[in-house]
């Protein structure tokens, strides 16, 4: 599907200012070398000699391994600032909280294999979330994995997801408050006597009135904030108390919050207070080799950077180059990044499909597919053991692509101004052979070491990758002398006199951000919960339908303070009736025909707000209205309703 499409972008491709996106006449580059000598000469070179190497951008997703070492180097011996990194479903605020809590700035690993009780707050993680493959295996351990024991799973959240499909128990909460449900779960523990307030450390230290036992959420004031009841709230917590190892985490909606660093700082409190926390049945971080690093941090976010182009009489991004980063379809439009890529004077992507972004490009040097490339990455959780996978490729390119790697190395050897120092690999896979030689001897390989040159590069290309055991880095001393943090409203762009429901888009399992609808197989996919395919649609809760006078397949309108779009309404009882979601992935304007101008795109209705430390895209705070308009809906399902025997339901 992705490698024999007709709409790879086979071959370079050179157009005017948008011309791709406007279906201007593309000339076509007879040598690809000459691409790439136009990038250097025309436009670095031309940085160089000006002095403004700070001029060069480079735009991209989050990367690990070496070609996230590659770009660093490539930048920063340009003389560039760091790589802007975007993507629609972040999770800084978590990392940050993690960094402050427990001293490391990664995603969690859940070792649900060895835990009896789990509470997941927000976090799809058998769907989207994190690490969905490892989590699912763990899952069924935690389920059917020990003979005689099966541990309980609660989910929090305001829309059932996979994973609440999946639960014991799913308990509806007001959005924004899931932290505060955490916080009287622990201050019922804590009167108890099962820990006390010292037993979570720093962890909580960072919640304001932690060491007096958490006063302020005894369970009538929690369930006056929440909406989850009383009695509710505490069996929730003697269950949690008395069958440990217990574990609770926490992601997606709940951090999308303005108040999102709050909700993790109180299920991370939580989990400490348990004694979860680098513990059998708990959360624990996973080890990276240093050799091969972590992952590619930006300087400047993807919003701060569209301001300051916007703000500037000249853009202060000269020359940009695009990997895989499609901000224009994922960004809200308040932030301007249409118009702040339109300012840049020479754009040069590596997509191989024109999308939404790159169609703003001058130049397309379009990137190998992954089963024509190196492909390596140093996973950030899923796995108590550091890792560093690999694989070669798995085929022969098919068109005229070379991969985004090889350029950089090839663009820094075409400079007049040589890179200082210069890089040292001709190819990309003799970076990777020089980082997996560096790797500390691994401990249980299945492969025996080679002998000869390289050997342990060459057990990693038969084993696929390096794991071993290694030690945690010392954890970081987070913020010593951070005021503790209280429980504060979520902020909500909206009046809610003029507009009543909380609006949720949600990460879509066939294309989860988008960046896979191009692809017709995923667009026949149905979803997990509503069975929909090739289109979009309005989840709403029966009883706000039948408020409204709507049934299923009705067109509707969602408007927000910034926008207004129109989907079919699935109505679905695993949705609290203050809220509305709508799934991510549709709504292209240039994607192929097969996303192209499909579906509507939730984001673009979306308000401009931020996490306030982190910057992050609060994409969970925006308020809307609903309402039946005229017209056909298009509602493709593939099963024609979420009951077993429709005829006979109430």
Not at 361 to 371: K, M, Q
Not at 606 to 618: K, N, Q, R, S, V
């Amino acid at each position: 599907n992705l490698v024999v499409s007709e709409y790879r972008v086979a071959i370079i491709g050179s157009t005017g200012k948008g011309g791709f996106a406007h279906g201007l006449d593309i000339a076509f580059c007879e040598l690809e070398n000459s691409a790439i000598v136009a990038v250097a000469d025309r436009n670095a070179d031309g940085l160089a000699a000006a002095g403004k190497q700070s001029a060069l951008g480079f735009l991209t997703r989050p990367l690990t391994g070496g070609r996230r070492y590659l770009i660093e180097e490539f930048l920063g011996r340009f003389g560039a600032p760091p790589a802007i990194t975007f993507e629609v479903f972040g999770d800084q605020v978590l990392r940050r909280a993690n960094l402050l809590s427990f001293g490391f700035e990664q995603l969690p690993t859940l070792d649900l294999g060895r835990s009896n009780y789990i509470i997941g707050f927000g976090a799809d993680f058998l769907g989207t979330w994190n690490s969905p493959v490892a989590q699912n295996v763990a899952y069924g351990e935690m389920r059917k994995g020990r003979p005689g024991t099966r541990g309980k799973f609660v989910q929090v959240e305001a829309r059932m997801s996979q994973t609440g499909a999946n639960a014991d128990e799913w308990v509806p909460v007001h959005a924004g408050t899931e932290g505060v449900l955490a916080l009287g779960i622990a201050h019922l523990i804590m009167e108890s006597g099962h820990a006390t307030a010292g037993d979570a450390g720093r962890a909580g230290e960072l919640i304001k009135g932690w060491s007096e036992g958490l006063a302020d959420y005894a369970p009538e004031q929690v369930e006056q904030v929440t909406g989850v009841d009383s009695e509710r709230l505490q069996r929730l917590a003697r269950e949690f108390a008395e069958n440990g190892p217990a574990v609770a985490f926490v992601g997606g909606a709940p951090v999308a919050q303005t108040n999102g660093l709050f909700h993790a700082l109180a299920v991370n409190a939580l989990n400490a207070l348990v004694g979860s926390v680098q513990q059998p049945g708990g959360v624990v971080f996973t080890p990276r080799p240093i050799e091969l690093g972590g992952f590619l941090r930006q300087e400047s976010s993807a919003r701060e950077v569209s301001t300051r182009i916007l703000d500037a009489g000249d853009s202060p991004i000269q020359v940009l180059l695009l990997n895989d980063a499609n901000p224009v379809f994922g960004a809200p439009p308040a932030w301007g990044f249409a118009d702040a890529l339109a300012t840049i004077p020479y754009i040069a992507s590596f997509g191989n499909f024109v999308d939404d972004t790159n169609s703003f490009a001058d130049l397309i040097l379009p990137d190998h597919s992954f089963l024509e490339s190196w492909c390596d990455a140093v996973p950030e959780s899923g796995t108590k053991l550091a890792v560093a996978s690999l694989a070669p490729p798995a085929m022969r390119p098919l068109h005229e692509t070379r991969a985004m790697p090889d350029v950089l190395l090839e663009l820094g050897r075409s400079l007049a101004q040589p890179l200082d120092p210069a890089l040292p690999w001709q190819r990309y896979d003799e970076l990777l052979r020089d980082k997996f030689e560096a790797l500390p001897v691994a401990v249980g390989a299945k492969v025996p070491i080679e002998q000869g040159s390289f050997p342990h590069w060459a057990r990693a290309r038969l084993q696929g990758g390096w794991w071993s055991e290694l030690p945690l880095e010392e954890p970081s001393a987070g913020d010593p002398g951070r005021e503790p943090v209280a429980f504060t409203e979520a902020e909500f762009d909206g009046d809610d006199s003029q507009y009543p429901y909380h609006f949720l888009p949600f990460a879509s399992q066939a294309f989860l951000d988008g960046s896979l609808a191009h692809l017709p197989w995923l667009q026949e996919l149905p979803d997990v919960l509503s069975t929909a395919m090739w289109s979009s649609w309005v989840e709403i809760n029966p009883a706000t339908a039948a408020g409204l006078g709507v049934t299923q397949g009705d067109l509707l309108e969602v408007v927000s303070s910034h926008g207004s779009i129109r989907a079919p309404a699935f109505v679905s009882p695993a949705i609290a009736p203050d809220v509305i979601a709508m799934p991510v992935g549709q709504g292209h304007q240039t994607f192929t025909r097969y996303a192209s101008g499909r579906g509507v795109n939730p984001i673009q209705i979306l308000a401009p707000m931020e996490e306030p430390e982190t910057g992050a895209l609060a994409w969970a705070a925006t308020r809307v209205r609903v309402s039946r308009v005229d017209g056909a809906g298009e509602l493709i399902l593939f099963g024609g309703s979420l009951r077993e025997h429709p005829k006979h339901s109430r």
